[in-house]
């Protein structure tokens, strides 16, 4: 029973892994299509190919996040735990996606894995706790801060970009501006892949732990080879719903503010993953750039009521993922007995 959940964890990790990818990592290339910087073939294979680089390579960290995030119980317990924290997350990526809403895979795993650990613990008094006691500086609020640390730093530094452009034509400045974006969009890309590569890696590490399988003390090759192809699968597929929003429908934007929000959003990404081991959700780090950078600007061009929907939408995932997991954990618990 053990191996049979072990294998329907790993597909609905690659099946989280791939719509990560499909829905979260075009969004990295939004701007720079919505700019004009980058055809949208050209942005996705860009998108593409950091997203394999970055995914592979934050295999390499999986193992110490896996230890940090959660401690589950051995077996059949553990594996069902993950099994309906990826379900949640699944569906809510599905129905978000489907309404165009950019919301935060990293939320709804989270959300989901703390729901379907609450009802393990209410139906068979399992125990499911952080492996670390710093757990919510580690996880919980890097998540919470990073969208208002990416608004409040893309609408300051607009100020010395525009500055610093004062004297050049504006058709000087945004064509400049487009070539440092493609650029950008490359490192965002790069970023998106360490930052949900891990996540993905992490988890089936957890599960090969519950199993009682062993990883040789480091990342196995299989995970971090199935974690980079499926968000790289994920990534050519495309899912421009979201990315239309991003680019098109949240708020006006030039290119040299493009510019500023990718290039900002890169090094939260970045310095998040390799710097600090924090998970920071892409989707709303990028988001919350592009509302930075667009809002410090001599128009209003910000679309309020999609921006409160949009709010609304990231409050509601890890509330609705972890109901979801809470009721998936309950149906699944029987599983356990045997």
Known sequence: MSLALFALVVLFAAAFAFLNGFRDASSSVALAVRTRALTPTVAVLLAGMFNFIGAALSAAMALTVSRTWVALPAGANGLTILIAGLLSAVLWGVYTWWRGIPSSSTHALVGGLAGAGVASVAVGGNSVAGADQSLLFQVVLPLLISPLIAFVGAYLLVWPATWAARYTPPNVVNSRSRRAQAIAAGAVAFGHGLQDGQRTSAVLILAMLAAGLPDGGSTPAWVALLTAAMLTAGTLAGGWRISYTIGYRLVRIDPLRGFVAQLYSSVILLVGAIGLHWPVSTTHTVTSAVLGAGTNQGYAGTNRRLVVRVL???????????????????????????
């Open 312 to 338: 609304a939408f990231w409050a509601l995932t890890p509330l609705v993922t972890a109901a979801a997991a809470f009721v998936l954990e309950l149906a699944l618990s029987p599983l356990t007995g045997f």
